[in-house]
């Protein structure tokens, strides 16, 4: 069971108010009490003008050349029992499309949307967010404004907070420091790799932990980060969802209309062209992938009355960083009522991949709670978006930061299948973790300090 609870004031800080009304989709109160209003912007706008929407506590999201920046919240979805929760992923869309919607761009182009990130454990509360001002730039540079409020139409100059020559604020100085240790990483790779031969998995993924700190007690700003992340990863899917910010490179799934995309990634190697044949050829590198386009066109069939799935990999090349990765397309079919399956349902079929977790997954799952010995939190989980539609688009949240204040919790992690090197692993993860460390001006790995040395 989950609720949604609309923002009385809708002010920028969101204040939290009590469910109030009837229950409807069992979100435990209907969003019809909300209005939206979509309203063209002057095209082609700056990046900057987004970033500055999202930079007081908004969310941030930019793939493949669309952005879409909010501030202020109109209405929170929870869902106390996660995304696991049968049928709670098409209450949500129907919630939405309760939402009474003006759209003066005379195109349907923009619908209310809910934006946030679903944790990795798939069985943890997971919160959405309605924006109160969506700002949004489609692929052929057309802007628009989409307000969503009790009565939208009374909002003052909402345009007025898109700032082109907004400016990201100043990160402090930080020191990153191991929180796994290299010795226990490696003995966690062994303890996968004796599972593997004893038959228990195939694959599983073992996260390795840092956490950052500013070293003059000054918080860390997400706005700045993204920033740094956007000019640093341009090709990577960006986001900004309160704390959690991220460059990740990998689609869990994305849907328009009746049209299906995933793009799993798994097989990593030091960016360098001279490397990308040899991360083709590697058997051990081409199994991770397997693993993943076998569970994800799995997952996907059910819902599909077409899948197109690549023969052979794709070299994926990030500054940095290389992968092997493809690209899984699909044709939805209706299901009984005659209703497409949303992105939010689709993520529920998917999530975890293998690209995080492992195979078999319960197994798997097992192993990582046990040897990583706590809550990935909103690391691994997926961040995006759903429209009224049943549209929208969703990343694998790696390649990410969750910020506390003054210091911030990185993850990365590396797929363990048989033929692992407990120390090549270990490298690997260290230069995941690069894309952030980059971000956040802090030493890169090879120079961590062992919890131990650590005063």
């Not at 349902?345 to 492992?358: D, K, N, S």
């Not at 911030?408 to 797929?415: C, M, N, P, S």
């Given at each position: 069971?989950s609720?949604?609870?609309?923002?009385?004031?809708?002010?920028?800080?969101?204040?939290?108010?009590?469910?109030?009304?009837?229950?409807?989709?069992?979100?435990g109160?209907d969003?019809?009490?909300?209005?939206?209003?979509?309203l063209?912007?002057?095209?082609?706008?700056?990046?900057?003008?987004f970033?500055?929407?999202?930079?007081?506590?908004?969310?941030?999201?930019?793939?493949?050349?669309?952005?879409m920046?909010?501030?202020?919240?109109?209405?929170?979805?929870?869902?106390?029992?996660?995304?696991?929760?049968?049928?709670?992923?098409?209450?949500?869309?129907?919630?939405?499309a309760?939402?009474?919607?003006?759209?003066?761009?005379?195109?349907?182009?923009?619908?209310?949307?809910?934006?946030?990130?679903?944790?990795?454990?798939?069985?943890?509360?997971?919160?959405?967010?309605?924006?109160?001002?969506?700002?949004v730039?489609?692929?052929?540079g057309?802007?628009?404004?989409?307000?969503?409020?009790?009565?939208?139409?009374?909002?003052?100059?909402?345009?007025?907070?898109?700032?082109?020559?907004?400016?990201?604020?100043s990160?402090?100085?930080?020191?990153?420091?191991?929180?796994?240790?290299?010795?226990?990483?490696?003995?966690?790779?062994?303890?996968?790799?004796?599972?593997?031969?004893?038959?228990?998995?195939?694959?599983?993924?073992?996260?390795?932990e840092?956490?950052?700190?500013?070293?003059?007690?000054c918080?860390?700003?997400?706005?700045?980060?993204?920033?740094?992340?956007?000019?640093?990863?341009?090709?990577?899917?960006?986001?900004?969802?309160?704390?959690?910010?991220?460059?990740?490179?990998?689609?869990?799934?994305?849907?328009?209309?009746?049209?299906?995309?995933?793009?799993?990634?798994?097989?990593?190697?030091?960016?360098?062209?001279?490397?990308?044949?040899?991360?083709a050829?590697?058997?051990?590198?081409?199994?991770?992938?397997?693993?993943?386009?076998?569970?994800?066109?799995?997952?996907?069939?059910?819902?599909?009355?077409?899948?197109?799935?690549?023969?052979?990999?794709?070299?994926?090349?990030?500054?940095?960083?290389?992968?092997?990765?493809?690209?899984?397309?699909?044709?939805?079919?209706?299901?009984?009522?005659?209703?497409?399956?949303?992105?939010?349902?689709?993520?529920?079929a998917?999530?975890?991949t293998?690209?995080?977790?492992?195979?078999?997954?319960?197994?798997?799952?097992?192993?990582?709670?046990?040897l990583?010995?706590?809550?990935?939190?909103?690391?691994?989980?997926?961040?995006?978006?759903?429209?009224?539609?049943?549209?929208?688009?969703?990343?694998?949240?790696?390649?990410?930061?969750?910020?506390?204040?003054?210091?911030?919790r990185?993850?990365?992690?590396?797929?363990?299948?048989?033929?692992?090197?407990?120390?090549?692993?270990?490298?690997?993860?260290?230069?995941k973790?690069?894309?952030?460390?980059?971000?956040?001006?802090?030493?890169?790995?090879?120079?961590?300090?062992?919890?131990?040395?650590?005063?």
């Amino acid at each position: 069971m989950s609720r949604a609870v609309p923002d009385a004031t809708a002010s920028p800080r969101g204040a939290r108010t009590g469910p109030g009304g009837h229950g409807h989709d069992g979100l435990g109160i209907d969003l019809s009490l909300l209005k939206s209003l979509t309203l063209p912007l002057a095209s082609p706008l700056a990046p900057s003008a987004f970033l500055s929407l999202a930079s007081s506590g908004g969310c941030y999201f930019e793939s493949a050349g669309k952005i879409m920046a909010s501030r202020g919240i109109a209405a929170r979805i929870e869902l106390p029992n996660g995304i696991a929760e049968p049928g709670i992923s098409q209450s949500v869309v129907s919630s939405l499309a309760r939402i009474s919607s003006k759209d003066t761009l005379a195109r349907g182009a923009s619908l209310p949307i809910a934006i946030g990130v679903v944790p990795f454990d798939r069985d943890e509360p997971t919160e959405l967010v309605v924006p109160e001002v969506l700002a949004v730039r489609d692929l052929d540079g057309l802007c628009w404004l989409t307000i969503v409020g009790r009565d939208p139409a009374s909002h003052k100059d909402p345009g007025a907070q898109l700032l082109t020559g907004w400016q990201p604020p100043s990160i402090p100085e930080l020191v990153a420091e191991a929180v796994t240790t290299s010795a226990g990483y490696k003995a966690g790779v062994r303890s996968i790799l004796s599972g593997i031969k004893a038959g228990r998995y195939r694959k599983v993924v073992l996260a390795y932990e840092t956490c950052v700190r500013s070293l003059t007690d000054c918080p860390i700003p997400p706005s700045g980060v993204l920033a740094r992340l956007r000019m640093l990863q341009p090709q990577a899917i960006l986001f900004k969802i309160d704390s959690m910010v991220g460059a990740s490179p990998e689609l869990l799934v994305s849907r328009s209309g009746s049209k299906v995309l995933s793009s799993p990634r798994a097989g990593t190697t030091r960016g360098s062209s001279g490397l990308d044949d040899a991360l083709a050829a590697s058997p051990k590198e081409t199994e991770e992938l397997d693993v993943v386009l076998e569970a994800v066109v799995q997952a996907l069939l059910p819902y599909c009355r077409e899948l197109s799935v690549p023969t052979c990999p794709q070299i994926v090349t990030l500054p940095g960083i290389t992968h092997l990765g493809a690209d899984v397309r699909g044709e939805l079919c209706e299901k009984a009522d005659g209703s497409l399956p949303s992105s939010l349902e689709l993520v529920a079929a998917l999530h975890p991949t293998p690209a995080v977790g492992g195979d078999p997954l319960s197994e798997s799952l097992r192993a990582i709670s046990s040897l990583e010995g706590r809550s990935r939190g909103r690391y691994a989980g997926a961040a995006g978006w759903v429209d009224a539609r049943g549209d929208g688009e969703w990343a694998v949240a790696i390649r990410s930061a969750e910020i506390f204040g003054s210091s911030a919790r990185l993850l990365a992690g590396a797929g363990i299948v048989a033929g692992s090197d407990p120390a090549s692993e270990l490298e690997e993860v260290r230069l995941k973790l690069s894309t952030m460390l980059q971000a956040l001006g802090c030493r890169l790995p090879g120079s961590f300090e062992e919890p131990s040395e650590v005063a």
